[in-house]
């Protein structure tokens, strides 16, 4: 069988074996119900409080400040939703450039509930304006939510959600970032970082899929965005995903341990695959900033569109090399990227999404680039 080679790791991760061992206990003898108070459940609720004390550890939070949900999609839409109904929010700041679990439900919220909804301005490179977020909270009478992703997932920016949560601070502003695309990519000091609300999907860093977080910053209080039963403190309904939980402590346990090394690798595939693309295919260009300001894994490429270019994907396809358009949830249909639309709307261009991990090499970024030569 042909070997495929996978750059499409922005969009999910192949599971590390380590996680999945640690996982498959829960899988097999530890089965019980974790609100059952017999054996079987007390284990499997040993089990998910250990792991929550673990990803707490790892991102300098409390425990109670951890909660563990589907994904970052879940996540996202429970912190948005709270600020709104349960925080009082009237004015929500957001950016055009944000994941789609973000904008579907500002949008869904700004009718529902009549709320005035802001749009941040992108500057030439990709960046969200911060100046204009300082503008806008100045000017406004109301208690306002801003949500600001941390990287972006299709070009790789990084905004300083530092800096975002200080002005957010000033103004008495609630502050969510999407993190889905940073936490296991990043260190996180939650207990200085200045956000009331983050996300993190198990799948970005080598975890299993269908299991998330949502950090609530404890002076926040909110209800739970799930109905139906008193699983995670009250906060989210629903049996628990036990061996996803599992799977998502160890899998942050790994990312953060090796860290140094992982990153240095992924980074230096990174600068290889742009130096190899300026070398030999003409014309060839990159959205967002390509600095250290800017994801390690992620690299964004405008190609030259040809009648050969426009079929690039599918080309890329045939070669068994997986690369993206835009985001994964929007990959199958040709509606172009609504990120690069917001600060670069070039139409004589092809943008692809090649995003790295630790299982990649050179050898096939050589490979992908003597491709790319015949396809463009």
Known sequence: MT????????????????????????????????????????????????????????????PAEIFFTSGGTESSNTAINAAITDLGCKHIITSPIEHHATLHTVEHLQNAHNIKLTYLKILENGHVDLHHLEQILAASNEKCFVTLMHANNEIGNITDIEAVGNICKKFNAIFHSDTVQTVGHFSFNLRELPVHFI????????????????????????????????????????????????GFAKALELATANFETNSTYIRSLKTYMMEQLKMHIPGIGFNGDTSNNSLYTVLNVSFPKTEKSEMLLFNLDIHNICASGGSACTSGADQGSHVIRAFNNNPNKVAVRFSFSKHNTKEEIDEAIQHLKTMI
């Open 199 to 246: 996300t993190g999907a198990a799948h970005k860093f080598h975890g299993p899929k269908g299991v998330g977080m949502l950090y609530i910053n404890e002076n926040i209080k909110i209800h739970p965005f799930i109905q139906g039963g008193a699983q995670e403190r009250n906060m989210r309904a629903g049996t628990e995903n036990v061996y996803g939980i599992i």
């Open 3 to 62: 070997k495929r080679i996978y750059f499409d790791n922005a969009a999910t991760t192949p599971l590390d074996p380590e996680v999945l061992a640690a996982m498959m206990p829960y899988l097999t003898e530890h089965f019980g119900n974790p609100s059952s108070i017999y054996s079987y459940g007390r284990e499997t609720r040993m089990g998910i409080e250990n792991a929550r004390k673990t990803v707490a550890k790892l991102l300098n939070a409390h």
